[in-house]
């Protein structure tokens, strides 16, 4: 078992395009739980040596977990400068429990909500969310490619984003009370297989060199089909500048809805002018992705 998880472990590290290793290298988690039982077992078994480098193993595995739960401290809130509460839900296409959606905007009343995987069917089941949110802009779609941001705040520009030969986000410029911030809705390509890992590889590229070049605040939120962890990930902070509103909160598992034996691919992420707070992972909706939320001002 232990020489299985550490082949395993290694071979995440070098996914390349191979789905099933690009999807393991999400699990660092649960590669430590592994590792951390294995031990157990050897030191029952007397087989020292054996538990003390699943110990190890343990450790390595989990040694780019611990910083999210440590990360700088939200600074006090200025209060020339609101915080804009956003919350976020990957709903589900053939989701039917629509209205655990809309009762959970009501319970936390955020400022803007972006959805993604609505259809026609979900539209209308929505319909009342315009009352309270009078601008929106919605982008159904009857595959998994449907948008919908809902706002109290005004937008302007709102728009589809072609990235990488696809459309995989939509984007809007939000006018709040200190200043316009662009807001970037995305969901790139599940990673099924190779060449979907390449296309939503390429999608969080363009997206990262979008957010990199812009010339004003922006705020990337959504579905990106990857954790912090994942290989593809790291152009969102390298060539983006994208910090991640989890800094400081913890893992926050998203996908699947199992809680702890989640990992999180549904992010919250902001440039450096914008300052990120009060991250949270909300409750199930009857999706297979958690909701999540945070608090976002201008710095």
């Given at each position: 078992?232990?020489?299985?998880?550490?082949?395993?472990?290694?071979?995440?590290?070098?996914?390349?395009?191979?789905?099933?290793?690009?999807?393991?290298?999400?699990?660092?988690?649960?590669?430590?739980?592994?590792?951390?039982?294995?031990?157990?077992?050897?030191?029952?078994?007397?087989?020292r040596?054996?538990?003390?480098?699943?110990?190890?193993?343990?450790?390595?595995?989990?040694?780019?977990?611990?910083?999210?739960?440590?990360?700088?401290?939200?600074?006090?809130?200025?209060?020339?400068?609101?915080?804009?509460?956003?919350?976020?839900?990957?709903?589900?296409?053939?989701?039917?429990?629509?209205?655990?959606?809309?009762?959970?905007?009501?319970?936390?009343?955020?400022?803007?909500?972006?959805?993604?995987?609505?259809?026609?069917?979900?539209?209308?089941?929505?319909?009342?969310?315009?009352?309270?949110?009078?601008?929106h802009?919605?982008?159904?779609?009857?595959?998994?490619?449907?948008?919908?941001?809902?706002?109290?705040?005004?937008?302007?520009?709102?728009?589809?984003?072609?990235?990488?030969?696809?459309?995989?986000?939509?984007?809007?410029?939000?006018?709040?009370?200190?200043?316009?911030?662009?807001?970037?809705?995305a969901?790139?390509?599940?990673?099924?297989?190779?060449?979907?890992?390449?296309?939503?590889?390429?999608?969080?590229?363009?997206?990262?060199?979008?957010?990199?070049?812009?010339?004003?605040?922006?705020?990337?939120?959504?579905?990106?089909?990857?954790?912090?962890w994942?290989?593809?990930?790291?152009?969102?902070?390298?060539?983006?500048g994208?910090?991640?509103?989890?800094?400081?909160?913890g893992?926050?598992?998203?996908?699947?809805?199992?809680?702890?034996?989640?990992?999180?691919?549904?992010?919250?992420?902001?440039?450096?002018d914008?300052?990120?707070?009060?991250?949270?992972?909300?409750?199930?909706?009857?999706?297979d992705?958690?909701?999540?939320?945070?608090?976002?001002?201008?710095?």
């Open positions: 078992m232990a020489v299985a998880l550490g082949v395993a472990y290694a071979a995440a590290q070098f996914a390349g395009q191979n789905a099933f290793l690009d999807n393991l290298s999400n699990f660092p988690v649960h590669f430590a739980a592994g590792f951390l039982a294995s031990a157990a077992v050897l030191t029952a078994l007397k087989s040596a054996w538990a003390l480098a699943c110990a190890a193993a343990a450790a390595l595995a989990i040694a780019p977990v611990v910083p999210w739960y440590f990360g700088p401290a939200a600074g006090p809130t200025d209060a020339a400068r609101p915080q804009v509460k956003l919350l976020v839900s990957n709903v589900r296409l053939t989701n039917q429990q629509r209205d655990r959606l809309k009762r959970l905007v009501a319970q936390e009343s955020p400022d803007v909500v972006g959805l993604i995987e609505v259809n026609s069917a979900w539209l209308r089941e929505l319909q009342s969310l315009r009352s309270g949110y009078a601008h802009f919605e982008v159904p779609s009857e595959g998994f490619a449907g948008f919908a941001l809902y706002s109290r705040l005004p937008i302007e520009g709102a728009r589809i984003m072609q990235v990488a030969g696809s459309t995989p986000a939509i984007a809007a410029k939000l006018k709040t009370a200190s200043g316009e911030i662009e807001i970037i809705l969901h790139p390509t599940s990673p099924l297989n190779a060449e979907f890992i390449r296309l939503r590889n390429e999608q969080l590229l363009a997206l990262a060199q979008y957010v990199g070049a812009a010339q004003g605040p922006v705020v990337l939120a959504g579905d990106l089909n990857l954790t912090m994942n290989r593809g990930y790291r152009p969102l902070a390298d060539v983006g994208l910090q991640n509103a989890r800094d400081g909160h893992v926050g598992p998203t996908w699947p809805y199992t809680g702890w034996l989640g990992v999180p691919i549904d992010h919250v992420l902001a440039t450096p914008v300052a990120l707070r009060n991250f949270r992972v909300l409750d199930a909706i009857g999706s992705h958690l909701p999540i939320s945070a608090e976002f001002s201008l710095r």
